[in-house]
Nanobody
């Protein structure tokens, strides 16, 4: 199984950028779709973005509004989420998840069976 390990979170001012990385620990993300989800205090976990196994297709939540991009390098089993023009409402713990059930960029968290521990993103106003 591929255990995701996230990195790259931190504190940034509104309008700033961060790049989150997700590396597969153990095995690989081979044939897995990989998604990013986030959870803010007092709120449910929500879908942010996902990328297909081939990397050719991505899927973003409506609130992203063109601010985020997602990419992957299957040779090194790593996926990135580049977040630009960050807003205070983007503050949350961001989780990377791999899906052995689909290779398509699904927004359904129930399809993702391998989850990382999360990385905190804090955007100050």
């Amino acid at each position: 199984q591929a255990q995701p390990v996230e990195s790259g979170g931190g504190l940034v001012q509104a309008g700033g950028s961060l790049t989150l990385a997700c590396a597969a620990s153990g095995r690989t993300f081979k044939s897995y779709a990989v998604g990013w989800f986030r959870q803010a205090p007092g709120k449910e976990r929500e879908f942010v973005a996902a990328i297909a196994w081939t990397g050719g297709r991505t899927n973003f939540a409506d609130f992203v509004q063109g601010r985020f991009t997602m990419s992957r390098d299957n040779a090194i089993n790593t996926v990135w989420l580049r977040m630009n023009n960050l807003k205070p409402e983007d503050t949350a713990v961001y989780y990377c998840a791999g899906s052995s059930k689909t290779s398509s960029p699904s927004e359904s968290h129930s399809l993702y069976d391998y989850w990382g521990q999360g990385t905190q993103v804090t955007v100050s106003s």
